[in-house]
């Protein structure tokens, strides 16, 4: 930009600044009354350290007010029917266009929800099959419902359009056979007194309920398991089987009357009906999914697997990787392959709307390759895809929207490339704003704050000692900006690694590893070093390390898998493809394993910081011991917000009450009893040095670290957790409120401060999405600090500063997808940037000379 906001304000309608939004009085969060003015038409990107007030400011006040001003214009009854965002803590925005949001959101909790739903490709396609694809002699048209699995018209009738089926088997219901009934040997039906319930009928109706469940007739065996019967007969509570049997013959009164339920019967009715997510993910371990026989896993009735294009039916085309997909259709939208001449002759209309649905489909598919995204298929489910893959989507989607005048807010959008994909990504973002839009853009990688035409600086610090301007202009104007943490990272040289890498003390060898794109891959990690598993987007280093490494390492030390802790249903997630993979040797040298994720530390409001680390556990114990609450006899459970006996009954311990407005969002208010301190009177008697045990829930780490000096237990966490550069968040902050990287290093604190013993795997996954540079450093101090005291860390990532920090990096590729899933090199970071074929090599050189 060529020019700064003008210092006085004026009318918004004034020549002067009708190019520029403009916020006065932001308070959202820890924003401090901020005024600022933003170019529209431009690229503007926010800075500044993590929890500093840049999303506040981007999302949480400019989106919001853009949100609200648009429902003001939508019919009050549906305005209901909208999820509606708060009311910004903001005096005024002038200025301001309509906005549409692109933030780091998961994948869609079902696989249901594809690549090809989220870019409404699929609709292109099916309409293309509908209209120009080979039917069968005799077969009838078919609309472009019957092409979709998530309509009756094309759902295949047999798995209703999920590509898999589900029962239930004698082994999956019975696992342990040598088990008798009265043991639980029907592991599926529910345990407590539901469970006891079904056991006391089947002794009414006299089974053997105490032989082993092997030896019990086959015939007895399929009835308890399968049958539809529904008998209800009388249970006698505690009765032996033979004191049941006589009261049956006596015709005493029953305790009660009972209805049998099989095993498979409970476990379908439960998985299809309850509302419980526990319950659900209980009963689904009990069933067995495979491939629906009937369409082989495409999801659609016979009679729409039987119209073809180019030789493919929908299910097999959907099945590749969309830059194959586009040298398919090319010669159709040119109209020179074979099949189009022969139908221009014949059906010259049919010929048209070939042309024109396959043009449509390869310019969406080009801006999708441009953005790096070419190794998608179009039938890969969103809950498989990584934040940033899933913003990168829905931000092709707006490329070819051809909107005008729009301000597009975009939270991290570099997240997860590899910096050979962030150039197209600043391609596209250039063809947004060229189009006439402008971009606020929340971002971190310096590369694309460089190619900024204004940068917002928002700090000095975090949380409280945040939530300010450091800054605002062209970026130029940033170098002189002394209070500014982020000029250091984009104008002073950064010096190179000094230290020599470290030598492995051994090696973890995998072979035959086959998982997406992984084909029989053998690959060494070593240990007791610092390594880097690296390369571009879609190359499959998660593949490797975040899923097969993480697996088989688990199996060996005689852990379960790590349980994904996706929503939604269980068995209607995509089919992981792993196909071969063993750990060959190196497992003597490691006793544990830690997967350190950005998955959120809890869903709900009354997960925090502060339970999770286990620190709440030390803090409650030391206001149980206080005189005034052993005097009461108050235990460490009177102090916490989750238990009737302590919290405030009207909000539940929650703090603050929702407020339904009907035509306006939902206001949440402070709780009128607690006023938002969650406990009840007689708790918030208690204190302990001064303060109530709500007081010290809202201390951020940094005060309660000065606050708790001389209690060890409490200060060992508090001191880990600043550490990782979260001293700004306050011991109470809901789950809700931080961000994927706050929570992964939150996990990462948590077990930091427990006794290092060494011979330890940490595995992380990006570490440093959403941190800024400087976070960065702290991350690293910490994780080389693991390292120097025995353990192995491995990382997947793209930020060169950690990859020329490495001890050892190994690089996936050469491409994406198909193109990918080799290990192109590995070796100390100076060897990789001498490899010619490497994709990483050239940035990584780059980083090394400084």
């Not at 082989?296 to 119209?307: A, C, F, M, T």
């Not at 987007?537 to 088989?552: A, D, F, R, Y």
């Not at 544990?592 to 502060?610: C, E, W």
Request: charged share 25%; net charge neutral.
């Amino acid at each position: 930009m060529s020019r700064r906001p003008p210092s006085r304000p004026t009318s918004p309608a004034s020549p002067s600044t009708a190019g520029f939004v403009r916020v006065r009085g932001a308070r959202e969060h820890n924003l401090k009354n901020v005024d600022v003015e933003l170019p529209r038409d431009a690229l503007v990107v926010f800075t500044g350290v993590s929890g500093s007030g840049k999303s506040s400011l981007a999302f949480g006040t400019l989106y919001a007010e853009a949100q609200r001003r648009y429902f003001e214009s939508v019919a009050p009854y549906a305005r209901r029917l909208i999820d509606q965002a708060g009311i910004p803590e903001v005096d005024a925005i002038e200025g301001l266009p309509p906005a549409v949001a692109l933030q780091q959101h998961r994948g869609a909790p079902t696989s249901r929800s594809s690549v090809g739903s989220v870019t409404t490709l699929s609709n292109s396609l099916r309409l293309l099959y509908s209209r120009a694809g080979t039917y069968p002699p005799k077969q009838p048209h078919l609309d472009s419902d019957a092409f979709s699995p998530n309509t009756p018209a094309g759902a295949c009738a047999n798995c209703h359009g999920l590509g898999r089926v589900y029962q239930v088997t004698e082994q999956s219901l019975v696992p342990d056979d040598s088990l008798t009934i009265r043991e639980r040997a029907v592991a599926a039906w529910p345990p407590a007194w539901h469970g006891q319930n079904l056991r006391d009928i089947l002794v009414t109706l006299g089974h053997d309920v105490d032989r082993p469940w092997r030896e019990l007739p086959k015939k007895d065996r399929e009835w308890i398991l399968f049958t539809d019967e529904q008998p209800t007969v009388p249970v006698y509570a505690g009765f032996t089987p033979a004191e049941t049997q006589r009261a049956l013959k006596r015709k005493e009164p029953p305790s009660y009357m009972g209805t049998f339920t099989s095993a498979r019967k409970y476990v379908l009715q439960a998985f299809a009906t309850t509302q419980s997510a526990l319950i659900k993910r209980r009963v689904s371990q009990y069933m067995v999914s495979g491939e629906c026989p009937v369409c082989h896993g495409k999801r659609l009735k016979p009679e729409s697997l039987s119209v073809t294009f180019a030789g493919l039916d929908i299910g097999e085309l959907s099945q590749l990787p969309l830059q194959r997909v586009a040298d398919l259709l090319r010669p159709y939208a040119q109209g020179t392959a074979p099949a189009a001449r022969k139908l221009s002759k014949e059906h010259p209309e049919k010929a048209l709307v070939m042309e024109r649905i396959s043009k449509d489909l390869l310019g969406r598919i080009d801006v999708l390759r441009e953005l790096g995204l070419g190794y998608l298929a179009l039938e890969r489910a969103t809950p498989t895809l990584s934040p940033g893959e899933l913003q990168r989507l829905r931000l092709a989607t707006q490329v070819r929207s051809n909107l005008f005048g729009v301000v597009y807010v975009l939270d991290e959008p570099s997240a997860g490339l590899h910096p050979a994909d962030t150039e197209s990504l600043l391609r596209a973002l250039d063809a947004l704003k060229g189009a006439g839009n402008s971009l606020f853009v929340v971002e971190h990688e310096v590369d694309v704050i460089r190619h900024a035409d204004w940068v917002v600086d928002v700090g000095p610090a975090a949380g409280e000692h945040g939530g300010e301007i450091v800054y605002s202009g062209p970026l130029d104007g940033l170098r002189a900006v002394e209070a500014s943490r982020t000029r250091h990272y984009l104008f002073a040289p950064q010096p190179s690694r000094t230290r020599p890498p470290r030598e492995p003390r051994g090696w973890l060898r995998l072979e035959g590893v086959s998982r997406n794109n992984l084909r029989a891959l053998d690959v060494d990690f070593p240990l007791g070093v610092f390594t880097t598993v690296t390369g571009i987007s879609g190359s499959g280093k998660s593949s490797l390390v975040s899923q097969v490494l993480v697996e088989l390492v688990a199996a060996h030390l005689g852990h379960a898998p790590p349980e994904d802790e996706e929503e939604g249903d269980a068995l209607e997630r995509a089919e992981v493809r792993t196909t071969g993979g063993r750990l060959v040797s190196g497992m003597e040298g490691l006793q544990r394993l830690v997967r350190v994720d950005q998955k959120p530390i809890g869903r709900t409001p009354r997960s925090n910081l502060a339970t999770y680390t286990g620190l709440f556990d030390n803090v409650r114990k030391l206001f149980a011991a206080t005189p005034a609450a052993r005097a009461r006899r108050y235990d460490a459970g009177r102090f916490s917000f989750n238990v009737p006996k302590g919290r405030c009954e009207t909000c539940e311990g929650e703090g603050f009450v929702s407020v339904e407005l009907l035509f306006l969002p939902s206001v949440y208010a402070p709780c009128p009893t607690c006023h938002g301190a969650r406990y009840n009177a007689k708790t918030l008697e208690i204190t302990y040095r001064g303060k109530t045990i709500a007081q010290v829930l809202g201390m951020t780490v940094d005060t309660a670290h000065t606050f708790f000096t001389d209690e060890p237990h409490v200060l060992r966490s508090l001191e880990v957790l600043r550490e990782v550069g979260l001293g700004y968040l306050r011991l109470g902050q809901p789950a809700t409120e931080l961000s994927g990287g706050e929570a992964q290093r939150i996990k990462l604190a948590t077990e930091l401060q427990r006794v290092q013993r060494g011979n330890t795997l940490y595995v992380l996954d990006e570490p440093t999405t959403g941190l800024h540079p400087s976070d960065v450093d702290k991350l690293m101090a910490q994780l080389d600090g693991l390292v120097a005291a025995g353990n192995t860390v491995i990382l997947v990532e793209h930020d060169m500063r950690v990859i020329a920090a490495s001890d050892w990096v190994i690089d996936m590729g050469p491409g994406a997808g198909d193109e990918g899933g080799k290990v192109v090199v590995a070796g100390t970071p100076a060897q990789v940037a001498a490899t010619p074929r490497s994709r990483t090599a050239p940035f990584l050189a780059r980083e090394l000379a400084g």
